[in-house]
Every structure is written in structure tokens, then in C-alpha cells.
T-cell receptor
Framework: DAMVIQNPRYQVTQFGKPVTLSCSQTLNHNVMYWYQQKSSQAPKLLFHYYDKDFNNEADTPDNFQSRRPNTSFCFLDIRSPGLGDAAMYLC??????????????FGPGTRLLVL | AQKVTQAQTEISVVEKEDVTLDCVYETRDTTYYLFWYKQPPSGELVFLIRRNSFDEQNEISGRYSWNFQKSTSSFNFTITASQVVDSAVYFCALSESRGSTLGRLYFGRGTQLTVWP
């Protein structure tokens, strides 16, 4: 089945220790997104890739970076995690073509704990 | 400005009751998309439905139905004969269509639905 996969599902890191979260998709969608979701809140968009073009949200901290080496994979790098970065990180994909365009499909998420 | 309001923060029902989750949106665009997502305790956001602004037909899928009314800018979601497995947070969201340009997804704050056995 076509899907969005996130690894790991749970990640524990230490304060200030860089961490990378990964996302892959088999949907062949040209747009990939990273969201941060804290407890009892709606997902907050951090950035997205439209094909190879990177689009950062204005209020996304510099501590958060992303890489998209190819269509299928996208990574979220947190350079120096703080306690406030503990959250669920959701990856999503969408296509700008076709009948179901612009529908975002989400992965299962990675829960990040910062100690 | 785009905005999605889910006034109900939490709803509790007993199994087999019908429940309606409200969603009211604001947008200046004439072409847009509306969505409902379900987020169970596992955390994954599950896509339920997408509705185009020019298609006001209501939709039914099993126990789920959606009532889209442009006149009141509402896109309400009804679960008939609720089940314990329906317990989740439900998000309503809005996206604007701009041809080939990406439209952002604006989420409501979500409604926590608890279905008791």
C-alpha cells in the first residue's frame, strides 16, 4: 500500500544533542511537509518542500532544518534540541496534480522526548 | 484572513448515540478545500474527507456524514451510532486552491470526542 512512513516512532534525545527524524513516502507526491504538534494543540507547519524548493515558515526557529535528497525522502534536523522542542513531529505529503490534489496525507508521527 | 473554528473542545457521548462535530470557516477565496482528519491516541492524522468549495453535495460514508453549507460557512461532521473506536481528536481544516500554486492547510483547534461504552 502507498503510504507515508516515519522513523523512528519514538525518539529520546538529550538537551542540545542533534537529532534527525526521517520521513519517506511511496505516493510519489511532489510536496512534503513537516509539522510540529504539541499536546492538545493543532499541528503547526514548520516548512515544506514543493518539489526541490524549500519553503520555511516565518516563525520556524533556525534550530530546525530540513533536507530532501530525493522525491521519496525528507529529513528534519533539530540542531540543538531544547526542552520546548519535545513534541510529536508529523510528516505529510500532497500532490499538486490529479483529482485528489492538495489533500495532505500524514505519516504516523515521531514523538520526540528531550531529556 | 483564513480561519477555522471548532467551538467544541470536548464532547462525550455514550456508545450508539449520534454526535455532530461543528466546523465554521472564514476565507476570502471563492475556491477552496475543506477537510476532516481523525487523530486517534496513536497520533497519526487520518484523512477522512475532502470537499471542494464548488461542490455542496452532502456526503455519507458508512456511519459518517458531512454537511457542507456555504451560506453559513460551515462543514459539520456527524457520526451515527457512535462506537468506542470513534474516540479521537477530530480536526477540521481549510486549504485554498491557487491553481498550480500550493495552498496552505489551516487547522481548527480540534474536538476531542470520547465515546463511552
Amino acid at each position: 500500500d502507498a503510504m507515508v512512513i516515519q522513523n523512528p516512532r519514538y525518539q529520546v534525545t538529550q538537551f542540545g544533542k542533534p537529532v534527525t527524524l526521517s520521513c519517506s513516502q511511496t505516493l510519489n507526491h511532489n510536496v512534503m511537509y513537516w509539522y510540529q504538534q504539541k499536546s492538545s494543540q493543532a499541528p503547526k507547519l514548520l516548512f515544506h518542500y514543493y518539489d526541490k524548493d524549500f519553503n520555511n515558515e516565518a516563525d520556524t526557529p533556525d534550530n530546525f532544518q530540513s533536507r530532501r535528497p530525493n522525491t521519496s525522502f525528507c529529513f528534519l534536523d533539530i540542531r540543538s534540541p531544547g526542552l520546548g522542542d519535545a513534541a510529536m513531529y508529523l510528516c505529510a505529503t500532497s500532490s499538486t496534480h490529479g483529482q485528489g490534489k492538495e489533500t495532505q496525507y500524514f505519516g504516523p508521527g515521531t514523538r520526540l522526548l528531550v531529556l | 484572513a483564513q480561519k477555522v473554528t471548532q467551538a467544541q473542545t470536548e464532547i462525550s457521548v455514550v456508545e450508539k448515540e449520534d454526535v455532530t462535530l461543528d466546523c465554521v470557516y472564514e476565507t476570502r477565496d471563492t475556491t477552496y478545500y475543506l477537510f476532516w482528519y481523525k487523530q486517534p491516541p496513536s497520533g497519526e492524522l487520518v484523512f477522512l474527507i475532502r470537499r471542494n468549495s464548488f461542490d455542496e453535495q452532502n456526503e455519507i460514508s458508512g456511519r459518517y456524514s458531512w454537511n457542507f453549507q456555504k451560506s453559513t460557512s460551515s462543514f459539520n461532521f456527524t457520526i451515527t451510532a457512535s462506537q468506542v473506536v470513534d474516540s479521537a481528536v477530530y480536526f477540521c481544516a481549510l486549504s485554498e486552491s491557487r491553481g498550480s500554486t500550493l495552498g496552505r492547510l489551516y487547522f481548527g483547534r480540534g474536538t476531542q470526542l470520547t465515546v463511552w461504552p
